[in-house]
Structure formats: structure tokens, C-alpha cells
């Protein structure tokens, strides 16, 4: 057994046409961004790797995490694509997230936004908060600010236990703040528990383009889905934001679900620690193990069940039909998989 880790074409050292600007300047380009394209890059390499290893009936075990879910699908959000879900999960989640850590935090944060806008709309407000924030650059509107600390508190909780628990750490500096200190001034002392005692805070740390940013519209991955999905673990954290356009509940016998109340953006996929809570170990237990927790309506009891060994080790000829699989991907696409200038894929 060997492991191959492969990077989703533009990202990384694998971005076209001599630069990212280059490669992200109209549609046109882009349009070689969208996921068909990654998941046929996916399948050549595979073919690849089968034939100069003489591993063609070798089965192959896929992992991945959030946008780049695979068989192995840890906090993979598709149900965002179709508008399944309510498209304020996401901050709903966040927002749960810390009112459970402190209430007080909580109504603290609401409060600011509006304490933000009306120290905003004196003559000298953004001056004001610049300097009350500490930001490298002076503040052109309110905006700014609270995107940033929207950006904050959104990557707290996604990313919470990675590996502090960051939303009780910011709301410890909020709610711990000397008697006396205002509301934006516990704000900011929540900013210097994330960030760290700096010089200044840079407001557009979280705001800059990057591959993520400019290429998740082409990036859909239900599409492969939809043709080519099966034998797969969609496992999620609930503490994610994420996890509200996650797949929650079993869909068929080879397309589960493996959930745990504590776990934040793919945390089950990271290095294992000593210092792992128990629950976490659990759940990496059960993606890797024969039996997967299924919820049935809303018994609060759990059953499991024996994954039937075809399902997820296959057979000779169930292989040999997944790499049929493999070849129906590229053929999908080759049309234009192969008209990427300085793009270079397989062999």
C-alpha cells in the first residue's frame, strides 16, 4: 500500500499559464478551474499510478476534506450548491458556537456591530476606531471593520480546537476585559486574544483573492456527485459551520454518515495527537472500522450494522467497473482537458 497525495489543479505549484493573475483573468480560463476538470485530473493519475505500479485491480481509497471531499468526505458542505439548505447555516452554527461558550460574549458581539456603526458616523469616528482597532491602514467605512471581525469569529469556530479552543479563548478575553472597558474595547481585546499583541492588525488579512476565493463559483462538485458518487463517508463535526450544508444522515448502503457533536472544519483528518479528546479518537475509529453508527428517525438509540464487505472492499469485478468508472470521468471532459497551456497531467 502507497499514498499519493495529489493538489487540485490551480492551486499550489499547479496554477497555468505562467501565473495565478494570468490564470484568473476571464472566464474563459477559469472555466479549466471547475471541479469535472479536477476530478478528471484525479482519474488519469490514477490510471497512471495503476499502470506503472501493475496495480490495475488494486482498490483505491480516497480522502478528503471540506470542498475536496472524497470517498472519505470529512466536512464536505454539498448540499450548499442546490440551496438544500438554509443559506444562513453557516452563521447560524457560528453563532450558536459562541453563545454556548458565554452568553454574555455573545450579546457583547451583537451589541458592537451597532456600537461600530454609530462611533462610524461621527466626522471623526473611522479615525476613531482606526485607532481604537489598531489597524494598519486607516478605516474607509464601517464595512471593513466588521467584516474583518466577522472573519474572526467565523474562522474561531470553524477551526476551533486546531488546536486551542479558540472561540472560548476569545470570548474569555472579551468577557474578562477590566471593569469599566466599553464594548468595543472588549471587542478588541478579543481581536488580541486571536491575533496575537501586534503593532497593528492588518483589516484585510481574511479579505485577499486567492485560488479558494476566485474559483469556488467554477468549483461544483455535486456534478461529479451526481454521475459518480457511491462508497462514501460523509463525516462531519457539528461544531463546524461548515457542517450545516453537510451530509448528516445515511443515504444508502455505501453513502453514510458519521457525525460528532464537538468536531470542528476536518478535524478528523489532521495528524493524530496524544493529547486527542476521546470522542475524536472515536470517530476516527469508526471511519476506519467495519461498523458505522446509523441513526434511524429519531430514536436516540444507535444500531450498527456490518458493512457489507463489497461495499467497501471490492470485489475483482466491482474494481475492474471502477476503473471503467475512472475512464468515464476523462472521457467526460477530454475535450478540454488536455487544452491548458502548460498544464501537465499523467504521463
Not at 179 to 186: F, M
Not at 300 to 313: C, G, I, S, V
Request: charged letters at 25%; proline letters at 3%.
Amino acid at each position: 500500500m502507497f499514498n499519493i497525495l495529489m493538489y487540485h489543479r490551480y492551486y499550489g505549484k499547479s496554477v497555468p499559464f505562467g501565473s495565478e493573475d494570468e490564470a484568473m483573468k476571464n472566464e474563459t480560463i477559469r472555466g479549466y478551474f471547475n471541479s469535472a476538470q479536477a476530478i478528471a485530473d484525479y482519474a488519469e493519475v490514477l490510471l497512471h499510478v495503476k499502470e506503472q505500479f501493475s496495480a490495475q485491480d488494486s482498490p483505491i481509497i480516497v480522502i478528503g476534506g471540506s470542498y475536496g471531499g472524497s470517498a472519505l468526505a470529512s466536512s464536505a458542505p454539498i448540499l450548499y450548491f442546490d440551496n438544500i439548505t438554509p443559506q444562513n447555516g453557516y452563521y447560524s452554527i457560528v453563532t450558536t458556537n459562541f453563545k454556548e461558550v458565554s452568553d454574555s460574549c455573545y450579546q457583547t458581539i451583537r451589541k458592537s456591530w451597532s456600537e461600530i456603526d454609530k462611533v462610524a458616523s461621527n466626522p471623526a469616528g473611522l479615525s476613531i476606531l482606526s485607532q481604537k482597532f489598531k489597524t494598519c491602514s486607516h478605516l474607509k467605512n464601517s464595512s471593513e471593520l466588521k467584516e474583518y471581525l466577522d472573519s474572526i469569529y467565523s474562522f474561531a469556530a470553524q477551526y476551533n480546537l486546531r488546536p486551542v479552543d479558540s472561540v472560548k479563548m476569545v470570548c474569555n478575553a472579551v468577557d474578562e476585559a477590566p471593569n469599566g472597558t466599553d464594548v468595543l474595547g472588549r471587542i478588541f481585546n478579543g481581536v488580541v486574544s486571536y491575533e496575537g499583541n501586534q503593532t497593528c492588525y492588518d483589516i484585510n488579512e481574511y479579505n485577499s483573492l486567492d485560488e479558494s476565493i476566485e474559483g469556488w463559483p467554477w468549483q461544483d462538485i455535486k456534478l461529479v456527485l451526481q454521475r459518480f458518487g457511491s462508497n462514501i463517508i460523509f463525516s462531519n463535526g457539528l461544531k463546524d459551520p461548515y457542517s450545516s450544508g453537510g451530509v448528516l444522515e445515511d443515504i444508502s448502503e455505501s453513502v453514510v454518515a458519521v457525525t460528532t457533536a464537538n468536531g470542528s472544519h476536518c478535524l478528523d483528518i489532521l495528524y493524530a495527537k496524544e493529547t486527542d479528546p476521546e470522542w475524536l479518537i472515536m470517530q476516527r475509529n469508526t471511519e476506519v472500522s467495519d461498523e458505522i453508527p446509523v441513526h434511524e428517525g429519531n430514536r436516540n438509540d444507535k444500531r450498527t450494522r456490518k458493512l457489507k464487505q463489497n461495499e467497501k472492499f471490492a470485489h475483482l469485478d466491482r474494481l475492474r467497473h471502477s476503473r471503467k468508472k475512472l475512464l468515464q470521468v476523462k472521457q467526460t471532459v477530454r475535450g478540454t482537458l488536455y487544452n491548458v497551456p502548460g498544464m501537465k497531467i499523467g504521463k
